[in-house]
């Protein structure tokens, strides 16, 4: 469906009401401003539609279509096609939901085509719309508008990343026994995720940035520059999350291991201390006859006497050497 479609001209949007297709295209072609397509979860039947209006690439079409592509940027016989990752945390669940921004960048027009539920993009052309100097530098400025606001919605889900791994590192080394292995887990998958779609778009911005794909004028360069660094900030966090998820779960098994020691030493003492009264008391139940304490009045006192201090003694050593 088309979300919103204007043209935009000396600066300001020509239309209050959004354009259909044809129309679109047609003013596209006249070269006066550039025309602005913006649509979300498009069928097959539109994207052609839109295909054969501005006479975009089949490949690209294709890939449009296909979603779950890479962030790329291709370059079409002068026009290109760019592939976006739009990225929310779901705090309660820990999982980022990602979703898919494919950009058709040409001669008068950008068409900006979304899937999933993502980043909306009418901020980012609210944004643009009161930047009329920015208006006039044509569809890179459109352009730069979508980049600035998927990469800024980065920060938040860097941001929430965060505060789970401060969470896990506090479960980690609480007193509690408390298993964090499967939270850490399932935290750095959706780190490792969350690069992929990150650390990919990081390439195309810099040749954006140094105007190496796309002729840009020094003024919209300067706003690529800044993405471009917001961009690599988030990459260079998102290796650091994840050398911090590594350490908590190796800082983790760890730990559980030396709980489990603990647990070891702790019954090897009780047997050992269970072992020696044990010992004697089967000695004395063999019943021998020529066992001459079994004829005196002191001899089960004694007997009993034996095995307390034993178990006494053998207390006190375990304890001395933290086994209990």
């Known amino acids: 469906m088309i979300v919103d479609c204007a043209q935009y001209c000396r600066g300001v949007r020509q239309d209050s009401e959004k354009l259909d297709i044809e129309t679109a295209a047609a003013r596209a ?15 097959v039947d539109e994207l052609h539609r839109v295909g054969d209006a501005f006479g975009l ?3 690209a079409l294709e890939d449009a279509y296909s979603k779950h592509q890479r962030p790329k940027l291709e370059d079409y016989d002068g026009s290109y ?34 899937h999933g539920e993502g980043s909306a993009l009418a901020p980012a052309r609210d944004r643009l719309e009161s930047r009329p100097e920015l208006v006039e530098v044509g569809p890179a400025a459109a352009a730069w508008a979508i980049l ?12 929430g990343i ?15 026994d408390v298993d964090a292995t499967q939270r850490i887990y399932f ?27 796309i002729d840009l004028d020094d003024q919209i360069r300067r706003y690529f520059r800044d993405v471009a660094d917001h961009a690599r900030r988030i990459d260079e966090q998102l290796h650091d999350q994840r050398d911090l998820l590594t350490g908590a779960l190796d800082a983790n098994l760890s730990l559980i291991t030396l709980r489990q020691n603990a647990v ?16 004697i008391a089967s000695v004395y139940g063999m019943n021998f006859d020529d ?31 933290r086994w209990l």
């Open 291 to 321: 066992m001459p304490e079994l004829h005196t009045e002191i001899g089960y006192p004694l007997a009993l006497l034996a095995m307390a201090l034993v178990v006494v003694t053998m207390y006190r050593f375990f304890k001395r050497i």
């Open 264 to 279: 070891v030493r702790s019954i090897s003492a009780w047997a050992a201390i269970i072992a020696l009264p044990t010992f």
């Open 148 to 159: 600035d606001k998927v990469v800024d919605d980065y920060e938040p889900v860097a941001a």
């Open 187 to 213: 935290l750095r998958r959706e780190v490792i995720e969350f690069h992929r779609a990150v650390q990919p778009l990081v390439g195309p911005l810099e040749s954006l940035e140094s105007g190496i794909v």
């Open 29 to 43: 072609k006249r070269g006066d401003g550039f025309v602005w397509l913006g649509l979300h979860d498009p069928d």
């Open 81 to 114: 096609f760019v592939v976006l990752k739009t990225a929310h945390y779901d705090d309660g669940r820990e999982e980022i939901d990602f979703g898919e921004i494919n950009l058709f960048i040409g001669a008068g027009y950008l068409i900006a085509i979304r």
């Open 162 to 176: 965060d505060n789970d791994i401060t969470e896990v590192e506090n479960e980690v080394f609480a007193e509690r």
């Open 57 to 59: 690439h089949e490949l």
